[in-house]
């Protein structure tokens, strides 16, 4: 009985952890079908607005939206006779308005899940379960199981989390890249901005 007792106690638990901290589903720009195009200055561009809940990743989302940022994965196409420097030479806009492309290691803490906060489980520690059966009783120490389980399984699955949409903001950093003659590269930018405005990039005048 009591064997018993602890196993669906412990199933109990792990669906609540699953419940809790959300994992992190890969964007991978290039795989992407994108429906929105602009060229000028030679520079194809096409975007994708809403990465973050289109893939599934809700949570990361709604804290993108919260922290006033927009991550857009983009297609570039270098159509012109010279190689551009993104940092040096190319210049996006959200709408009218030029944008400044934000650094993965600014972008990263803004989007993380707290990973302590799932340490409040732990007040499930002293939790009793009480099992009548006629007129005997039993008590098992349940929180023991279920308290350091959810807390610690919840900041695993957090920490991973965060570690695998850090790679992928840092692989797909594309701020410093030179963009070659007729190449076409993959990435995903970010900027402020809190509207959903047609997103264009041309070369800087100098």
Known sequence: MKNLVLKGLVAAGLFLLIGCASTYKEINPSTIKFSLNDTQDGIGLSYRHDILMDIGNSDYAKKEYKSGIKLVAVKLTNNTDSVLNIRRDLEFFSG????????????????????????????????KL???????????SIGYYLGPTIAFGNMFIANKSNNAIDKELSDNNIIDRDLKKGETIYGIIAFRDKAYNPVS????KK
């Not at 308005?97 to 489980?121: E, G």
């Not at 009480?130 to 098992?140: A, H, K, M, P």
């Not at 990039?201 to 800087?204: A, P």
């Open 96 to 127: 009218p308005n030029p944008v400044t492309l934000m650094d993965p290691k600014t972008v990263m803490p803004l989007l993380h899940q707290m990973t302590p906060a799932y340490l409040f489980y732990l007040v499930l520690t002293p939790l």
């Open 130 to 140: 009480n099992v009548s059966r006629g007129t005997l009783s039993d008590s098992y």
């Open 201 to 204: 990039v041309r070369k800087i």
